[in-house]
């Protein structure tokens, strides 16, 4: 049979792998997918590079409509990135009859809805395995291998460059602004690493794992993304003394009232498995009612392993482009008209337990007066620790373990606390997951 042709746009970082994996695994991936599967043609802005790294094998423009227009294009993979062309683009490649397959978790997370439900219209696929967690094969999980279960909560480190960055300052004591450096070298950072720091990368991923999970649409707007930047060297220390480690979470959990979405650093027991993922490794727990807790691990970022998805993304293209469109998984694993509108929780409404900092003043009272506020909210204390102060210090550290309890009833305790004459700076707050 013919082989299958592929039009890339885009032959950057995960561009270059895809083309590499693609060409060394040719004969297994004819096997496993019935045909061959051929870049035909790619597009590049940066000419030079694209056919130094393309060599002779096919054809190499710049101009992406090109490779639209080319009616042999069976599928066109977008691998340029951001919200802006690459969406025009994407449109244009399904309202021309082409599958997509996306990397571009930032595209679909902000304008999912629109892009979906252009595919489905036009009985296209849209696959984006390497979207979420690069080389893992989380998306097929959740919406195939997970299909029987009703899932209630997904906990994944799923942003590789915050991790390499929090790992390197733990274990080696590295600066912020070096290990950023060195996650843009190696690959893994966002053109706009601003997006890896703040959250916003974990958060686009977040968001497209809630609408797989629960049903319902991606949201990105209603997320709540908080990232490493404001994170200090001495809350990892007080978080190692006390069993925790500090990891950037992206959480999607079903509640009675609706469902959180958030994205912000995370205490969690050091003893779990997730704790101890390191670099720029992703791992995904998933809590589901039939088959219990399930973690998924490996590289969620760089050349290769993003590549080991698209190319992943093809075959199941190649496999299934000709079923009738009635019978191919859901998008969104969910059929447009079973999709729910379950609301994202406001974060008033989310709840979790907390470890506080405060610099308090070293002197008789104060910590009561602490305590009591705490109290008056109904926030029950698991843990304090005080850090012993120096001879002729006047302040100390006063570190507080909460129990589970709404961010709105946190926020007002926070703010009669931070007004007590005896706290001494802007206290400290990070959330506490215990993920069993
Ligand atoms: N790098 C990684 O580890 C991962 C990246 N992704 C996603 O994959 C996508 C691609 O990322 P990278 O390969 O890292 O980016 P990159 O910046 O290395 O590559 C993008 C390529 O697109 C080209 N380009 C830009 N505008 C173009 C246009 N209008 N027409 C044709 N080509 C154009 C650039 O010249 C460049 O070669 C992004 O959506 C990213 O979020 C997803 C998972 C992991
Ligand atoms: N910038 C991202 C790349 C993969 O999605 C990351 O660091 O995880
Ligand atoms: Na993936």
Redesign the pocket.
């Known amino acids: 049979m013919k082989a299958i042709k592929v039009g890339l ?9 895809t083309f590499q994996v693609l060409r060394r695994n040719q004969e297994e991936i004819r096997g496993r997918a019935g045909r061959g599967i051929e870049i035909a043609m790619v ?4 000419l030079a ?2 056919k130094s790294i393309a060599g002779d094998a096919c054809e190499v423009v ?3 409509r090109k490779v639209i227009a080319n009616p042999e294009i069976d599928i066109v993979v ?5 919200y802006g ?2 969406k025009t ?1 994407v449109l244009e490649a399904i309202a021309a009859g082409k599958h997509v397959v ?6 679909l997370a902000v304008h999912g809805t629109e892009i979906f439900a252009a595919a489905h219209a036009k009985g296209v696929i849209v696959a984006f395995e ?2 979420v967690a ?1 080389g893992i094969p989380i998306i097929k999980a959740l919406r195939e291998g997970l299909t029987a279960n009703r899932i209630e909560w997904i906990a994944g480190i799923i942003n ?1 460059t915050t991790n390499f960055i929090l790992s390197e300052m733990r274990s080696k004591g590295l600066d912020f602004g070096v290990v950023l450096k060195e996650a843009q070298r190696l ?5 706009d690493p601003t ?1 890896d720091i703040e959250g916003v ?1 974990a958060a686009h991923k977040a968001t497209i794992m809630s609408a797989i999970a629960f049903g319902i649409p991606v949201q990105f707007d209603k997320a709540h993304v908080e990232g490493i930047t404001k994170l200090q060297a001495a809350d990892i220390k007080y978080a190692e003394q006390l069993g925790y480690r500090i990891k950037l979470l992206g959480i999607a959990r079903r509640r009675e009232a609706g469902i959180e979405l958030r994205v912000h650093p995370t205490l969690i027991p050091a003893q779990r498995l997730i704790a101890n993922v390191e670099g720029a490794m992703n791992a995904v727990l998933v809590q589901a009612d039939a088959v219990g807790t399930t973690l998924y691990y490996g590289k ?4 290769e ?2 590549a080991s ?1 698209v190319v992943a993304d093809l075959v199941d293209i190649t496999r299934l482009h000709t079923a009738d469109p009635e019978h191919r998984v859901p998008h969104l694993a969910f059929r447009p008209d079973a999709m729910s509108d379950t609301p994202i929780l406001p974060m008033a409404q989310v709840a979790t337990s907390f470890y506080l900092r405060l610099v308090v003043a070293d002197q008789a009272g104060v910590l009561s007066r602490i305590t009591t506020i705490l109290a008056e909210h109904d926030i029950s204390i698991d843990a304090v620790l005080q850090r012993e102060s120096g001879e002729g210090e006047k302040q100390t550290d006063l570190i507080i373990l909460t129990h589970e309890t709404l961010e709105g009833r946190m926020d007002k305790a926070l703010t009669q606390m931070q007004a007590l004459e005896t706290v001494l700076a802007p206290i400290v707050r990070i959330r506490k997951e215990e993920l069993a």
Do not use: C, H, M, Q
């Not at 977008?78 to 951001?82: R, S």
């Not at 690959?187 to 053109?191: M, N, R, T, V, W």
């Open positions: 746009l885009g032959i950057g970082t995960v561009g270059s792998g597009a590049d802005l940066d590079r694209a710049d101009d992406a977008e691998l340029i990135g951001g062309v690459a683009l996306t990397a571009n978790k930032a595209l390497a979207a690069g590789g690959g893994y950072a966002e053109a997006f990368d969620g970022a760089g050349s392993p993003t998805a």
